[in-house]
């Protein structure tokens, strides 16, 4: 069965430095996103992608995120000077289109991202 | 404000018995609301997709509907391997495709 896989698993970075998160998504879904948890939070929207560009972002989506797909195949999350409040388990999601309104979204295993 | 809130927090079973988790939910239109499963450290596992009101879809011991104001999630029978969190999620209309995310039952059953 096709699934979303996120690499790294766990990542460590000191303050300030910049990080580079790794997702492929189901490879024939055209619609990509970042979610993040704090530990023990809610599952948080970060950012939207389709078509090459964000469709939509929330407020926690700052100067210091940014998104790409750099090829057919990879969705990155990049954080340009890591915060300690950055510390998240940061998930990949994609989807279809499954009906007019709605696209049911499938999830990565998680990047664990701790910033020390 | 859109808004999902699940109950309760925890719940703890016994083997067999049967019970509902809750969703409630504040939306300006709902276009779906979604359960997913979640095992620690692990990442939301797609469950169901719900639409509109009074539809219903099941899963094995999982069943879930859907009202106006609110979704329940019945477990009939639960079986240790159902321990996880579970998450209820909506995509609002007007908006894009984000999921909002409800802070989720944590779910235990006992043998």
């Known amino acids: 069965e096709p699934e979303v896989t996120q690499t790294p698993s766990h990542q460590v970075t000191q303050m300030g430095q910049e990080v580079i998160l790794r997702c492929v998504p189901i490879?024939?879904?055209?619609?990509f996103y970042w979610y993040r948890q704090i530990l023990g939070q809610k599952v948080e929207f970060l950012v939207s992608f389709y078509n090459n560009e964000i469709s939509e972002k929330s407020e926690i989506f700052d100067d210091q995120f940014s998104v790409e797909r750099p090829d057919g195949s990879n969705f990155t999350l990049k954080i340009r000077s890591t915060k300690l409040e950055d510390s998240a388990m940061y998930f990949c999601?994609?989807?279809?289109?499954?009906?007019?309104?709605?696209?049911?979204?499938?999830f990565g295993p998680g990047t664990r991202l701790t910033v020390t | 404000e859109d808004q999902v809130t699940q109950s309760p927090e925890a719940l703890r079973l016994q083997e067999g018995e049967s019970s509902s988790l809750n969703c409630s939910y504040t939306?300006?239109?709902?276009?779906?609301l979604f359960w997913y499963r979640q095992d620690p450290g692990k990442g939301p596992e797609f469950l169901f997709t719900l639409y509109s009101a009074g539809e219903e879809k099941e899963k094995e011991r999982l069943k879930a509907t859907l009202t106006k104001k609110e979704s329940f999630l019945h477990i009939t029978a639960p079986k240790p391997e159902d321990s996880a969190t579970y998450l209820c999620a909506v995509q609002a209309a007007g908006g894009y495709n984000k999921l909002i995310f409800g802070a989720g039952t944590r779910l235990a059953v006992h043998p």
């Open positions: 490879s024939n879904h055209l619609y």
């Open positions: 939306v300006s239109g709902l276009r779906g």
């Open positions: 999601a994609s989807s279809d289109r499954t009906s007019a309104y709605t696209y049911e979204q499938y």
